[in-house]
């Protein structure tokens, strides 16, 4: 069985719907007049019965109904029947929840605990409040309780905070559920979960009601297994022993009645392992019998059989004839027969049969009186067709649990596969769920890719690739499953590496559309029946798990295709870019060189100058961009060089703000740095840079005279810069990709605005080169604030020393 998930929520989820519950309970308890629409309708009776019973609210803790151990130990014996029955239920229930704050309680009919377990904090911290067997959670004791609740409706419930009515539990969430008797529907007790209110409660209320229905189930066949109880009415004593062995015999009662009790008592068990023995008796027990067999199955050789008899040497005898008829080829033809009673005095004079033809077998009944009345033929007859059916019920009901079982591992293993990024990277993590879910003690995934042969797991051996590869071959060219049994394979020399550790291992291939990736190996130390079912089972789960990791390989794929898609794109801007940046300058040169040869005796001295300044312009334009792609090419191949040294930051940006005012004199630059902040240990050249690309961008962008704002501060481990323009802002959705190599904004490509989409990504790899960060916020009144946060040194120079060696 699959652990069922855990879902928390925050801890302030519930606040707000446990103070607005505390509030209406507080004014439905002075005035009685309260808007209940936001209340449950059982929560509002709950309240009005225990104000009805004068319950104090106010009390924390429930009255003991047992007074010492041994009071609790008759209560516990009284209730046997159904602790048994809960007892596997409440275990799993407990481990499902684990140590999550939950703590699983069983009471009797009148609200009192039989037993508690689950989180031992939890418990601790419940007990506190009289949360322990022996004490009694109806609603006249201890207020509007989950339990109490329960006993009342007969309904699921849950409890939160404020809905309780006593104080001390608006901390914690009780669900309960009933447990009803499967014959006459009197309520048996009631089954509840209390813990920390914060975690996530909805799927609580569907695992309780199931779990008190298998609880029910589970009464039943513990009802069935109890000796048979003399029928009785009420006003009616039993004779004396003295008189019953005085009194002369009676005649035998009616059949018809005992029929009736024999088929209740068959209808009540659904475990085709128990089901058998239950016929038989009744069926002896009916017909004053001294042997029964029921014999099933459609081998001669070796027919299932049950046996019943009656005690003394009267049973014995009976015993040895059915164990010799049951290989008889008369008694056992007589599972093929049409009539519903057989007797053949001529060839069997002991035995009398009664066929059971939906199931292919046949009940033997011996007995001291070989005359066999009509009675005793039709009630044996109707007897053996009922216990048939109910037969066929019960292993129809043990394969639906059975199928709802697997269906719940493949469920569960569905939804962890579902929540892995990369199950091929998480192999291991998938074969430790699938040992967990299967029970089995060591599995192995072996993937195939290029020949080459892939083992995730924990094995514990030695890997033989050449055996791997030949079983992965055979499971292939099959396509069905491989069970490997040591105790099968005893003969076999030398013993597989397969067997040398495991009992039993199993092959599964793992393939997707005919096409095989891999293999499961999973398999136990200790010899297991493995059965048609579990094979089934591990088949399916072969086939999951393959479909999961094909699909892993086909985003993969996509991935990669996608990757290479962005790389060609990347590729195609780049050749554009590149391009269109060196052939504008280019092309300026181009001309202006033309015109001066033309020219050469015409142009006029200041026409020259303007020329020759055109020149060296655009070729310091083109050795910038050169020098971009030389620095962009460094910094992805990670070899930028940095020559730091102490530099004082408010020189360094005053110097890059007179620079870049000479060239754009009438672009207005502020500044808001302070001479007084730490010294930084950068390189100067590369600082130097960026701050002139972010400024060239700002200049770009906004209003042709600016202003522009610099501003720098220190915080206690960073110094932060900011580059502040007037702009038209960055979309949210663009500001990351704005610092990818040759990406440009979408306006930009649509305006055919230039630009090489460098600037940006250069300023990241030498700020991340620095350690540091840049990022771009939008500034309040419109605009862009590009920030650099760059880390502060531990060791700064105390004093600067000069050249000449003074200070």
Request: with cysteine; net charge negative.
């Amino acid at each position: 069985m699959s652990e069922a998930p855990l879902h928390i929520a925050a801890s302030g989820d519930l606040d707000a719907l446990v103070w607005q519950i505390a509030a209406l309970r507080e004014q439905f308890l002075a005035s009685s007049e309260v808007d209940l629409s936001p209340m449950r309708a059982v929560i509002r009776d709950s309240w009005q019965r225990c104000r009805m019973l004068a319950v104090n609210a106010e009390v924390q803790l429930a009255r003991f109904a047992t007074a010492n151990d041994r009071q609790l130990a008759e209560l516990r014996e009284r209730c046997a029947a159904l602790l048994r029955a809960a007892s596997p239920v409440v275990a799993r229930l407990r481990a499902t929840l684990g140590d999550a704050g939950y703590v699983v309680a069983l009471s009797d009919a009148e609200g009192t605990l039989l037993e508690v377990d689950g989180d031992p904090y939890c418990r601790r911290r419940l007990a506190r409040k009289g949360l322990l067997p022996g004490s009694n959670w109806s609603e006249a004791v201890a207020g509007t309780n989950a339990i109490g609740v329960v006993l009342v409706t007969g309904r699921v419930v849950q409890l939160v905070g404020a809905e309780h009515y006593c104080s001390g539990w608006q901390d914690v969430t009780c669900t309960a559920a009933p447990i009803i008797h499967p014959d006459d529907g009197r309520l048996l007790g009631v089954l509840d979960i209390t813990g920390d209110y914060r975690l996530a409660r909805p799927f609580l209320t569907g695992v309780l009601a199931a779990a008190a229905a298998e609880v029910q189930r589970r009464y039943r066949l513990e009802w069935a297994r109890q000796p048979a109880r003399p029928r009785t009415f009420p006003g009616w004593t039993p004779p004396p022993a003295s008189e019953r062995l005085a009194s002369p015999p009676h005649p035998q009662p009616d059949r018809f009645p005992r029929l009736a009790a024999a088929m209740r008592a068959i209808s009540n068990s659904f475990d085709p392992q128990h089901t058998p023995a239950v016929i038989t008796e009744h069926m002896g027990r009916l017909l004053n019998a001294t042997g029964v067999a029921l014999v099933e199955g459609g081998s001669i050789d070796r027919p299932l059989a049950y046996f019943w008899t009656a005690p003394g040497e009267a049973g014995e005898r009976a015993l040895a004839i059915l164990q010799a008829a049951a290989r008889d080829p008369v008694a056992l033809a007589w599972r093929a027969c049409a009539e519903p009673f057989i007797y053949m005095p001529h060839l069997l004079p002991n035995l009398a049969g009664f066929p059971l033809p939906d199931i292919g077998g046949v009940i033997l009944v011996t007995r001291p009186a070989q005359s066999w009345p009509i009675a005793d033929q039709q009630c044996g007859a109707t007897l053996a067709a009922h216990g048939a059916a109910m037969l066929r019920y019960a292993r129809l009901y043990t394969d639906l649990q059975a199928y709802a079982a697997q269906t719940e591992v493949i469920n569960s293993l569905a939804f962890f596969l579902s929540t892995l990024l990369d199950p091929v990277r998480q192999l291991d993590a998938v074969v430790q769920r699938i040992l967990a879910l299967t029970r089995l003690d060591a599995g192995v995934i072996v993937l195939k890719e290029d020949q080459r042969l892939t083992v995730a797991g924990t094995p514990h051996i030695n890997i033989d690739q050449a055996q791997v590869a030949a079983l992965i071959e055979t499971v292939f060219a099959t396509g069905q499953p491989i069970w490997l049994c040591r105790q099968h394979a005893v003969a076999l020399e030398p013993m597989p590496w397969f067997l040398t550790d495991f009992c039993d291992l199993v092959a599964l291939p793992l393939a997707v559309n005919a096409t095989g990736i891999g293999m499961l190996l999973i398999g136990s130390r200790a010899h297991r029946h493995i059965s048609g079912e579990d094979l089934s089972l591990l088949l399916t789960i072969a086939q999951q798990l393959g479909l999961t990791l094909s699909n892993a390989r086909l985003r993969q794929v996509v991935s990669e295709n996608e990757a290479l898609r962005q790389a060609n794109q990347l590729k195609s801007a780049f050749l554009a870019s590149v391009s269109h940046d060196l052939r504008s300058p280019l092309t300026a040169i181009r001309a202006s060189v033309e015109d001066l040869l033309d020219r050469q005796h015409a142009v006029s001295v200041s026409e020259h100058r303007a020329l020759l300044c055109n020149i060296a312009r655009e070729t310091a334009r083109l050795s910038r961009f050169v020098d971009q792609l030389l620095d962009l090419s460094r910094i992805e191949a990670g070899t930028l060089p940095i020559d730091r040294e102490w530099v004082e930051l408010a020189a360094l940006v005053n110097d890059v703000v007179a620079g870049f005012s000479q060239q754009h004199p009438g672009c207005h630059i502020e500044t808001f740095v302070s001479p007084t902040l730490p010294l930084i240990y950068i390189d100067p050249l590369l600082l130097t840079q960026v701050l002139w690309n972010l400024l060239e961008n700002a200049h770009k962008y906004g209003p042709p005279t600016g202003p522009i704002t610099i501003e720098a501060f220190c915080t206690n481990t960073q110094l932060v810069i900011s580059v502040s323009d007037r702009g038209p802002g960055i979309p949210p959705s663009e500001r990351r990709r704005i610092f990818d190599r040759f990406y440009r904004l979408e306006r930009d490509r649509r305006s055919h605005r230039s630009g090489s989409g460098l600037g940006l990504a250069i300023c990241h790899g030498i700020i991340t080169a620095h350690g540091g960060d840049i990022w771009v916020d939008d500034r309040p009144h419109g605009g862009s604030v590009f920030r650099i946060a760059l880390p502060l040194a531990g060791d700064e120079p105390s004093t600067w020393v000069h050249e000449d060696g003074s200070a």
